[in-house]
């Protein structure tokens, strides 16, 4: 009796918990907003229904949509995983901190961008693998091959992944602690339910459909969230966005270069990303060479066509498109809460523990009018769902096709391996919320730990296409060395105590683990034996990836009478891809910097960095047409 008394009391306890908190929720959104949610949601999980006809039928259906998937459906699902619910509150962080410049710590990341889509896209759709882990075994042969893909397979599947989903969680409870006043584990529980259910029906099908829908709401409700903000009592008295642009409060923190007089500024800043970051680092949707969730999307196009249009389609909405609108929120946050104790003075609720810069967006949020709040809000839920729903079915795949088939149930069904992978999207995301409720504080802490942990280990992922002698053992020992160094580093020496004149402390832990790794691996491959000629003949006939870094096995295979190639040679077209690459910096650098230039009131200049603009991204198709894509 005793107990079932205790029993009862927690349970009237806790429904008296979430009615307050309902309560709490009402009182801030209106009617209207509320309406605007549901429908959102609905929506939504129609989507998972529908996609869940055909999604349950085999793993390629549930992981790569039945490999028929258009450009334009993969690009905008590629950007909406990205538009994810942490990205403006770390945009924001990183303008309040040190200003627009800052921001070239994921803008350096176009390079990487620019290299998969005119270099590797092509190379993943032609292999025609499941899952990027996969590779593994086509290039490498062995135990080692095995062992490289099981492992990643838990690695990327679950700690990455985790990590990441996190992150994104993190700042959705910051957005529904400061938004709607409700506790960390509320929001993780109110955030998680729906996206589980949509991903865990619907598979890669209802994901990207779901993000196709929940860009438009996400790109909406960032420009709208800029406008209410420039035109918030505080920036109107100063004359409204113009004023806002000149105002001497912001005057440090709106250039889009850092200061080029204090190397202490634009080394870190400007230099690091640019020489060094976009080569070394993995980084998930930025890998050098592709990988992860982007190759995930490249693997489900029609063809090579459709997998190249996707990528570039991503690049410049990613880096042209979105980030203006969250930068001008965050300056204008500058004006209106200058300070953290200025926004725990609107918001005595927050605990002190997510008091950091990044949550000034979600602050600035709380500005808007009834309707257009809850569209908003409906626009950060879509932003949370879609990277939230992306990372499920990805990691997923991975613990699914190259764990659980590969290691653990070899005959495993279609079917069953559909089941397991829902099973793992519910078990992925109980494993991330409670990752965000424990040990995560901020978003450029979980951006800091992303960089550092891959630091080293990207220029093996860009090498292995075109060089023979990358081995199994050269990626182990990447990981091996990246880890322990990251570990060390992170763990036993503060920031402090390495920070030099010029390079933070953080910029110099990242420049010693790529050095270190860099060291190890190029020292490993010329120390260690090559891959079996029978492998490599094997991964060179399906890729085809030609140039100087395979004629040794090419050549060997001529002289046995063994054709590595389709009896015609292969063409390097490795010159003009670097000068697309090139063309296509150019044509979405000048695109970003032009938009800015509009946004910061010098029409000269922004129409003149456009013209640049369209004219490179004319260049850039007259030479793609010269290379032949299937």
Not at 14 to 31: D, G
Not at 71 to 96: E, H, I, K, Q, Y
Request: glycine share 8%.
């Amino acid at each position: 009796v005793y107990i079932n008394a205790r029993f009862q009391e927690n349970i009237d306890r806790f429904f008296f918990y979430i009615e307050q908190h309902l309560i709490s929720c009402f009182m801030i959104l209106a009617t209207i907003d509320w309406i605007i949610i549901s429908i959102f949601f609905v929506i939504v999980l129609c989507i998972g229904w529908k996609a869940s006809r055909t999604a349950g039928h085999s793993t390629e259906q549930f992981f790569l949509g039945g490999r028929d998937m258009p450009w334009w459906l993969l690009g905008v699902s590629m950007v909406a995983c990205t538009f994810s619910a942490d990205t403006p509150n770390l945009v924001t962080g990183f303008v309040r901190e040190s200003g627009v410049a800052k921001n070239w710590a994921w803008w350096a990341f176009l390079i990487t961008g620019m290299v998969t889509v005119f270099i590797y896209a092509r190379l993943w759709r032609k292999s025609n693998i499941n899952t990027d882990l996969e590779f593994y075994e086509i290039r490498y042969g062995g135990k080692l091959a095995s062992f490289l893909r099981g492992f990643r397979a838990l690695y990327l599947g679950i700690f990455f992944n985790c990590l990441i989903m996190g992150s994104v969680t993190l700042a959705a409870i910051k957005i529904g602690g400061v938004m709607l006043g409700l506790e960390p584990w509320v929001v993780v529980i109110g955030a998680s339910i729906v996206v589980v259910i949509y991903s865990a029906l619907g598979g890669i099908k209802g994901v990207v459909w779901a993000d196709f829908f929940q860009y438009g709401i996400a790109m909406f409700g960032a420009v709208y969230a800029a406008y209410v903000a420039v035109n918030q009592p505080e920036i109107l008295r100063i004359g409204g966005l113009s004023g806002l642009i000149n105002d001497p409060r912001i005057a440090d923190k709106i250039s889009f270069f850092p200061d080029f007089s204090d190397p202490t500024v634009w080394v870190p800043l400007l230099l690091i990303p640019l020489a060094v970051q976009w080569w070394a680092v993995w980084y998930p949707g930025a890998e050098p060479g592709g990988g992860g969730y982007i190759a995930q999307r490249m693997l489900s196009a029609k063809n090579e066509k459709n997998a190249v249009g996707a990528t570039l389609f991503f690049n410049f909405a990613h880096y042209a498109l979105r980030p203006w609108p969250w930068i001008i929120v965050a300056l204008a946050s500058l004006i209106i809460y200058p300070e953290l104790s200025d926004i725990q003075a609107d918001f005595p609720g927050i605990d002190p523990k997510y008091l950091k810069d990044d949550i000034a967006y979600p602050a600035m949020l709380t500005k808007l009018g009834p309707g257009w709040l809850g569209l908003v809000v409906a626009s950060i839920i879509a932003a949370y769902m879609s990277t939230i729903g992306t990372h499920l079915n990805w990691g997923s795949s991975y613990i699914v096709n190259d764990f659980y088939k590969r290691f653990v149930k070899p005959d495993a069904s279609e079917r069953q391996m559909v089941t397991m992978g829902r099973i793992t999207t519910v078990l992925l995301m109980i494993f991330a919320g409670t990752l965000s409720l424990t040990i995560l504080d901020n978003a450029t802490q979980a951006f800091n730990i992303l960089l550092l942990t891959g630091a080293g280990s990207g220029a093996v992922y860009i090498t292995r296409w075109f060089w023979w002698r990358i081995n199994a053992v050269t990626e182990i020992v990447t990981m091996i060395v990246a880890t322990i160094v990251a570990l060390v580093l992170v763990l036993l020496i503060e920031d402090k105590k390495v920070a030099t004149g010029i390079l933070d402390g953080f910029t110099v832990k990242l420049l010693i683990t790529v050095s270190i790794v860099t060291i190890s691996w190029i020292l490993t491959t010329l120390l260690t034996k090559p891959e079996h000629k029978e492998v490599l003949r094997s991964f060179y006939r399906l890729t085809l990836p030609g140039g100087p870094g395979w004629k040794k096995v090419v050549d060997a295979a001529m002289e046995d009478g063994d054709s590595c190639d389709d009896g015609h040679g292969v063409t390097w077209h490795m010159p003009d891809q670097i000068l697309l690459v090139f063309i296509g910096c150019i044509s979405i650098y000048t695109s970003l910097f032009g938009i800015g230039g509009l946004v910061y009131g010098n029409i000269l200049l922004g129409i003149v960095l456009l013209m640049i603009s369209s004219i490179s991204a004319y260049l850039l198709f007259r030479i793609m047409s010269k290379i032949k894509l299937d």
